[in-house]
């Protein structure tokens, strides 16, 4: 009888304890705006000049679950799928070169962060831009946007 109740309160142990785990996979709905200067969006494309630099000038994460903190734990930059820095700090401000040796035409610019919202798991997020390096100011395109409103792609930490 004793064992019986032992392996009874030890099973009703484990099923309170693999339910209580059940919000650790409740992600966060978040958008960000990222603001840029020197280069311009148009039609999803990011515009920069061959030979100049262009900078991450903020990144402001948006909790689209209203009245609701969200912080990011830093942003970490890519290009062409290569690391290339990284900013710790709010506004996760971020200067990018494009060098003369840089190809024209299409390059990846990719962004990580991690984002921890209230009642939400910790996430990560990565933001992807297509890049179109020009050879001059000339080449760019009129009309475009320095702050550009972005939907990532969240997904579950790796602890």
Request: glycine letters at 6%; one cysteine or more.
């Amino acid at each position: 009888m004793k064992k019986t109740l032992i392996c009874g309160l030890l099973t009703l142990a484990m099923i309170c304890g693999f339910s209580s785990c059940s919000d650790d996979n409740d992600l966060p709905d978040v958008s960000f705006v990222v603001n840029f200067d020197d280069a311009t969006e148009v039609d999803g494309v990011l515009y920069v000049v061959q030979g100049e630099t262009f900078d991450i000038e903020s990144i402001t994460p948006i909790n689209n679950e209203s009245n609701k903190a969200v912080e990011l734990g830093g942003a970490t930059y890519y290009w062409d799928y290569r690391p290339i820095g990284a900013s710790l700090y709010k506004p996760f401000a971020f200067e990018i070169t494009v060098t003369p040796a840089t190809s024209l035409g299409r390059h990846i610019l990719e962004i990580y962060c991690p984002v921890y919202a209230v009642d939400k798991a910790p996430a990560n997020a990565i933001m992807s831009y297509q890049v179109e390096v020009v050879a001059s100011a000339d080449d760019l395109p009129v009309g475009g946007n320095t702050s550009v409103p972005t939907t990532a792609q969240v997904s579950k930490t790796d602890n």
